[in-house]
């Protein structure tokens, strides 16, 4: 998958089961514009997750062919899907991708997995 017209490319890619997951850094860009161009730019399930501001867990998002889904993961405790609207998905993203442009000790990525043959 190209991820040029973003501004970044991922730096590490690997075949995980059903799908590619790609290990794409978090460029110094405005995060809302960022957000939304990387979530049109994903084919139908794909899953994008970025460390929670608290550094403990990850903030989850899921484009569904019904819309999205959110949820929190945390260390073995993977929460519950919830249904969210476009724009409730780039608000439960965005803390996650904002911590990551200021703080150097946030993790400084997103994983995103993309089903195999999208």
């Excluded at 730096?11 to 960022?34: H, K, M, W």
């Excluded at 460390?51 to 903030?59: S, V």
């Excluded at 260390?75 to 442009?101: D, I, K, V, Y």
Aim: hydrophobic share 35%; charged share 20%.
């Amino acid at each position: 998958m190209d991820f040029s017209s973003l501004g970044t490319q991922p730096t590490d890619s690997r075949d995980a089961g059903g799908c590619i997951q790609y290990t794409l850094p978090i460029p110094n860009v405005e995060v809302e514009d960022f957000l939304r161009s990387l979530f049109l730019l994903l084919p139908i399930g794909s899953e994008l997750s970025v460390a929670d501001p608290t550094g403990e867990c990850w903030l989850e998002a899921k484009k569904t062919a019904q819309g999205h889904e959110i949820k929190r993961g945390c260390h073995g405790a993977h929460g519950t899907w919830q249904t969210a609207n476009f724009e409730q998905t780039l608000s439960w993203l965005a803390p996650g991708f904002l911590a990551a442009t200021k703080n150097l000790q946030i993790t400084r990525f997103a994983i995103i997995d993309i089903p195999k043959g999208k």
